[in-house]
């Protein structure tokens, strides 16, 4: 698979050069769905990713991962107010809802308890619809990994993002990249000592080692694929330093296996008050 480099930031990545003290200009920031470089995504090839809007009506904010016929994993930093956000799924072009994708609207949401509202760990929600999906080649749940399993190796971003450097619009169509994890101590060294970063988080980067990588999708899944054709859901897409030319650091994401027992009581106690 082509090694592609992914870029999403509050601001667009501009080319940087040489530099002195290239960790005195940086800054982490939030991701805002722009992918550089991405290459299309298979169609369908994802079919557990959804796109967030703000309402019902479709306006791409955020990217998120439907884990069952109701619930949504997304980023904390996607949410402000959950109860009426819109959810489609079965996506893969922004500008082509149609017979095979499926909206809904949400009635619940969670953000995680301890999250700041800045730059850091537990950057993780979920969200109920309140109208389940229905499976199909198109929209199917992605699997979760273990409690506190460590991922490494390969893995695959995808996310509607910006495809070209000087652009401020997402792409139409559905972009992938392909990662490599990064182990914590090695990400935790590359990265400047003040760094938000949390044993609950992961880091990735191009494969194209000369290149900086950046972020995708905020909220989006960062996954690992296996050969039998499915996927596991190891992170998502939370933060990373701007600008995204000036160093070749590790993009950050929330772990998902540091969050199973949250996200199982979170499903749990929405069901306990509705009885």
């Known amino acids: 698979m082509k090694v592609l480099l992914v870029c999403a930031l509050f601001v667009a990545c501009a080319?940087?050069?040489?530099?002195?003290?290239?960790?005195?200009?940086?800054?982490?920031?939030?991701?805002?769905?722009?992918?550089?470089?991405?290459?299309?995504?298979?169609?369908?090839?994802?079919?557990?990713?959804?796109?967030?809007?703000?309402t019902s009506k479709h306006s791409h904010i955020c990217g998120g991962s439907l884990i069952n016929k109701n619930w949504i994993l997304t980023a904390a930093h996607c949410i402000s107010n959950p109860v009426g956000m819109g959810v489609v799924a079965g996506l893969h072009q922004q500008k082509s809802l149609d017979s095979k994708t499926q909206s809904r609207v949400v009635d619940y949401g969670k953000v995680h308890e301890l999250y700041g509202g800045s730059v850091g760990p537990y950057d993780i929600a979920i969200l109920h619809v309140s109208q389940p999906f229905e499976f199909n080649e198109w929209v199917k749940p992605i699997a979760l990994p273990a409690p506190e399993e460590i991922p490494a190796g390969e893995t695959h971003l995808y996310g509607w993002g910006q495809p070209k450097?000087?652009?401020?619009?997402?792409?139409?169509?559905?972009?992938?990249?392909?990662?490599?994890?990064?182990?914590?101590?090695?990400?935790?060294?590359?990265?400047?000592?003040?760094?938000?970063?949390?044993?609950?988080?992961?880091?990735?980067?191009?494969?194209?080692?000369?290149?900086?990588?950046?972020?995708?999708?905020?909220?989006?899944?960062?996954?690992?694929?296996?050969?039998?054709?499915?996927?596991?859901?190891?992170?998502?897409?939370?933060?990373?330093?701007?600008?995204?030319?000036?160093?070749?650091?590790?993009?950050?994401?929330?772990?998902?296996?540091?969050?199973?027992?949250?996200?199982?009581?979170?499903?749990?106690?929405?069901?306990?008050?509705?009885?």
């Open 15 to 54: 080319h940087a050069g040489l530099v002195s003290s290239v960790k005195e200009r940086i800054m982490p920031s939030f991701a805002t769905g722009r992918i550089i470089k991405g290459e299309d995504a298979v169609p369908h090839s994802a079919p557990y990713i959804v796109s967030l809007s703000k």
């Open 165 to 275: 450097a000087f652009s401020f619009s997402a792409a139409n169509t559905l972009q992938t990249v392909t990662t490599q994890i990064v182990e914590f101590d090695k990400c935790k060294s590359v990265l400047p000592a003040d760094a938000p970063l949390a044993e609950s988080n992961v880091c990735s980067d191009s494969l194209q080692q000369s290149i900086s990588a950046c972020n995708g999708d905020s909220g989006g899944p960062l996954v690992k694929e296996y050969a039998e054709g499915s996927a596991e859901l190891i992170g998502i897409v939370s933060w990373g330093y701007i600008p995204c030319g000036m160093a070749n650091l590790p993009s950050i994401y929330t772990r998902v296996s540091s969050y199973i027992e949250w996200v199982n009581a979170a499903q749990t106690n929405f069901y306990l008050a509705k009885n």
